[in-house]
């Protein structure tokens, strides 16, 4: 698989999982668990497929590694930020570490099993 | 009248049983010697280098062991491959010996040279050896005594198989090349090599009709049993798998299963039961090196689960720091 379409895969069904695990977490929040799930995908796929994008032109584990990490806590950054609207309560941390884990995890993914590129 | 030292005299005689190829090659000394020749280091003044020459010894059948050098002359120059060493010239002695040249080799023999090194250096190291070993099959030889005392380990990690004098022409089994080589032309160029390398190992035999060819523990059956004149390259198979065995165990620690089930496979006292080909070895043994279930091994559930955690440590890590985080986060929260 090449490196975006892993990046998106992985970001898609990675977030999908961090979403769920708002159930867990945050019990409170499960009538939104929807909207959540579909957030953190969509984070996920957006970050992934940047993560994948980075790892074809840069093909370095640790830089790649470095760069999901960014962008897993930079897509995660403005749904830490929010207050959540049926609590009130802020859970920065609770959402940024797993979202910039689950980046970390996806430039690992794409840097290490991506297919490179073919050269023409 | 002065007389000489002992020392001195040895030194004469053993210049005066220098071989005398000719102006071009100056041969300096003797530095391996086998069942059929002796190989000598010499210089090769037209081209200003080192070079390996190899000449039949004087005693015994010298007719006969003229012919089987000048088969491995002509088997050596079928092999242009980069783990076979190279021949340059051929030639015949004043004393109407026949001779050949090849590049002189520096480095150490597999056994010594992959002692030192890590199993997986080890492993692509013997990958090279297969390379070559398969390129002669594809070329119609079998060399019939692969042991790790014929390959050698160059300076830079480059493998070369050495010793191809009673190697096999599969699509001329019986028609064993027997012309002699050409006189020497003062004026031709001609080529001088020699190989850094022990003699060959003890207890090797050598080849002619009904003789056990080969070296003891690393011929295959049929070969031990006197029929070499059959051996394919399964043969060669055998002798790779028992080249690998030597090496691995060397330092006397046990072998991960498959590896010892791909060893086993190659060295099956029956034919059939080898892997068909260098090739079908070598694969196998990538398969290993690159952490994917091998051929000769079917594997239990708990160590596919082992190979897939030692080829996807990162990954299960950071899936676990994952899981950690989040329980972590779970028990901040129900503080």
């Known amino acids: ?120 | 009248m002065t007389s000489l030292s002992d020392a001195a005299v040895r030194q004469l005689q053993a210049t005066l049983e220098l071989p005398d190829p000719g102006d071009r090659y100056e041969v300096r000394e003797a530095i391996g010697r086998g069942g059929m020749g002796i190989v000598y280091l010499a210089f090769d003044h037209a081209l200003g280098r080192e070079v390996a020459l190899k000449v039949v010894t004087g005693a015994g059948d010298s007719a006969d062991l003229a012919a089987r050098l000048s088969r491995e002359a002509q088997v050596l120059a079928r092999l242009e491959h980069p783990g076979i060493v190279a021949i340059y010239d051929v030639g015949v002695l004043a004393d109407g010996r026949p001779f050949y040249v090849m590049r002189r080799v520096r480095g150490e023999t597999f056994a010594h040279g992959a002692a030192s090194r890590g199993r997986g250096e080890q492993l692509r190291l013997f990958l090279q050896v297969c390379d070559a070993v398969a390129f002669a099959h594809a070329r119609g030889v079998i060399h019939r005594d692969i042991t790790p005392r014929n390959v050698m380990v160059g300076e830079f990690g480059e493998v070369l198989v050495l010793d191809w004098g009673v190697a096999r022409l599969m699509d001329a089994p019986r028609a064993v090349p027997t012309d002699p080589l050409p006189a020497p032309d003062a004026h031709a160029e001609s080529s001088v090599s020699s190989i850094d390398r022990p003699a060959t190992a003890p207890g090797a035999a050598r080849t002619g009709d009904g003789v056990v060819i080969g070296t003891p523990g690393f011929m295959p059956p049929e070969q031990a049993g006197g029929a070499a004149r059959e051996a394919d390259q399964r043969a060669d198979v055998f002798g790779l798998g028992a080249t690998l065995r030597d090496v691995l165990s060397a330092n006397g620690t046990a072998l991960p299963r498959p590896l010892a089930a791909i060893i086993r496979r190659a060295t099956e006292g029956l034919p059939a039961d080898r892997y068909p080909s260098a090739t079908a070895l070598a694969a196998d043994v990538r398969r290993w090196l690159d952490g994917v279930p091998v051929e000769a091994y079917r594997e239990n559930v708990f160590e596919r689960a082992a190979r897939l955690y030692a080829r996807n440590r990162p990954l299960v890590l950071l899936l676990f720091a994952y899981a950690v985080v989040r329980v972590i986060v779970l028990w901040w929260r129900g503080i």
């Open chain 1, 1 to 120: 698989m090449n490196k975006p379409l892993l990046g998106l895969a992985a970001g898609g069904v990675l977030g999908v999982l961090d979403g769920l695990t708002a159930l867990v977490s945050a019990p409170e929040v499960a009538p939104e668990i929807l909207t959540i799930v579909i957030g953190s995908m969509g984070k996920g796929l957006m970050a992934g497929i940047l993560i994948g994008w980075f790892a074809r032109k840069v093909n370095n584990l640790g830089i790649g590694v470095a760069f999901g990490l960014a962008m897993g806590a930079l897509f995660a950054l403005p749904f830490a930020l929010g207050t959540d609207p049926t609590t009130g309560k802020v859970y920065f941390w609770e959402i940024l570490i797993p979202g910039a884990l689950v980046g970390l995890i996806v430039g690992y993914l794409t840097q290490r099993y991506g297919e490179r590129p073919r050269a023409t």
